[in-house]
């Protein structure tokens, strides 16, 4: 059985800057800011919710079939879902984009100054859900606006159960329109600050929202998860990771055990807590797609 991921593939540019942008930045002289970062120390990451739910999926074993949207820089992208022995049929190039990337510099105090470039992405909805025998399974994660939307009413239509994960991209929807998202889905996943958005911008509670699908987990970063399953909570413990080092995907790494699980069957709390796990796994390595799965350790 095959999981449809839908989302963004992108890369992400770390910098590092010695020093501390609050040395950098005078607080009264923001009305003519104009300031020059040297970082000696730079990296380029495979990233993107789809490229690192794939990633997830893939190193537990499973069957990851990302739809999304690569430039015309996303050659490098493609050879390595190819190496990774992920499929890329379902990703499209837009020739007259760039691949979405984040530009993230860093300072000794690990402050970020982020700049995002949606890219490609912004032309996600140029791809269909398709209706096939061997895809069972889907999630929807941060994407374009309109992709988000649109795949949403298609795997609704082709009966494939799937999991709303809107994150970053919760922001961009009012409450009709994530009241629609939770009635067409299957699960729900948000962390503690998305549930307590999506809850305000809908005017549903937790215990509503988790009686109108089959669950809804909450994510509480180092506190494990919650898991909700008509009205009642599970609390899934964390897993104490090897090395803080890096968070960035940690999210995405849970997510694509999430789908392991559901692919198996297996119960709402067994599927968070080896999220937990990997997600454990990732947060001790840099970069999204840099940490490996051992099976049956």
Known sequence: MAALICGSLAFDTIMTFEGRFAEQILPDQLHILNVSFLVPGLRRDFGGCAGNIAYSLKALGGTPLPMATLGNDGADYQARLNRLGISTEFVCEVSDSYTAQALIMTDRDNNQITAFHPGAMMQAHITEVPVREDIRLGIISPDGRDAMLQHARQFQAAGIPFVFDPGQGLPMFDGPELSAFIDQATWVTVND???????????????????????????????????????????????????????????????????????AGWTLPACAALGNRIGALKIAQRGPQNYTVILND
């Open 193 to 263: 600050y998305e549930g307590k958005m999506l809850c305000d911008r809908t005017g549903l509670s937790l215990v509503d929202i988790s009686r109108r699908v089959q669950g809804l987990v909450v994510t509480l970063g180092a506190q494990g998860c919650d898991v909700w399953e008509d009205g009642v909570k599970t609390w899934v413990p964390p897993i104490e990771p090897a090395a803080v080092v890096d968070p960035t995907g940690c999210g995405d790494a849970w997510r694509g055990a999430l789908l392991y699980g559901l692919e």
